[in-house]
């Protein structure tokens, strides 16, 4: 069974901090590595995806890859209550093109 | 561009009665995902198709569900007979089908078996 582990507990942040999201999974042949956001009683969409260990940028979001050790992460500088949702990550393993998903991890960026 | 297309948004059926939930993907994609989303389960995948042939549907419950996709614009999901364990919304998702390819989301149909 391939897995895909994220913290189930809600992370709370004050607005203007540092939100930091995790993710392992069981795959090690896992060569993409995505993190989509999911509003309540939305669909998910994408906001990074990664390919390469190390660090992905895009404004205020970096992605980081670590194949080695099986983990994925999501920091979210500068939060804003509007990033008040919650986190998914997923995986594709090496073969198929379907994507694995963790259960998410709900953020909640306060005033 | 339109997006994803999913049919109906919510579907209130009795338990034992037939239910079909309709796909219409984004034109040029050629892999097409049905996942189902519960809160104690997440997001499972279902079954995917790639160039309308089904790929993988080792996520498919039981006999009960069927997914076909006779062309590349339309894909469907039935339920027969539902029950009320099948509550849940269902997504399908699109993607161009490279190893890197994202999926993109429609906005789903909640389903409510009574």
């Known amino acids: 069974q391939k897995e895909v582990e994220q913290n189930s507990r809600p992370l709370s942040v004050p607005e203007g901090a540092i939100a930091s999201l995790n993710c392992t999974y069981s795959?090690?042949?896992?060569?993409?590595f995505f993190w989509y956001r999911q509003y309540s009683g939305k669909s998910p969409e994408l906001i990074m995806s990664?390919?390469?260990?190390g660090d992905k940028e895009d404004g205020r979001f970096t992605a980081q890859l670590n194949k080695a050790s099986q983990y994925v992460s999501l920091l979210i500088r500068d939060s804003q209550p509007s990033d008040s949702a919650t986190y998914l990550c997923?995986?594709?393993?090496?073969?198929?093109?379907?994507?694995?998903f963790g259960k998410g991890t709900s953020l909640l960026v306060t005033p | 561009d339109a997006g994803v297309i999913q049919s109906p948004r919510h579907e209130v059926t009795e338990m034992g009665q037939e239910v079909t939930l309709r796909c219409k993907p984004i034109?040029?994609?050629?892999?097409l995902f049905w996942y189902r989303q519960t809160m104690m389960r997440g997001l499972e995948l279902l079954i995917y198709?790639?160039?309308?042939?089904?790929?993988?549907d080792s996520g498919m419950p039981e006999d009960r569900f069927s997914a076909k996709m006779p062309n590349a614009s339309f894909s469907t999901l039935k339920i027969q007979p539902s029950e009320p364990r099948d509550s849940a919304v269902y997504f399908c998702?699109?993607?161009?089908?490279?190893?890197?390819?994202?999926?993109?989301f429609g906005e789903g149909s909640r389903l409510t078996v009574l």
């Open positions: 795959d090690r042949g896992s060569q993409s």
């Open positions: 997923a995986v594709r393993g090496n073969s198929g093109y379907a994507l694995n």
């Open positions: 990664i390919y390469s260990n």
């Open positions: 998702a699109s993607s161009d089908g490279g190893r890197g390819g994202e999926l993109f």
């Open positions: 198709f790639n160039n309308n042939v089904p790929i993988d």
């Open positions: 034109s040029g994609h050629n892999s």
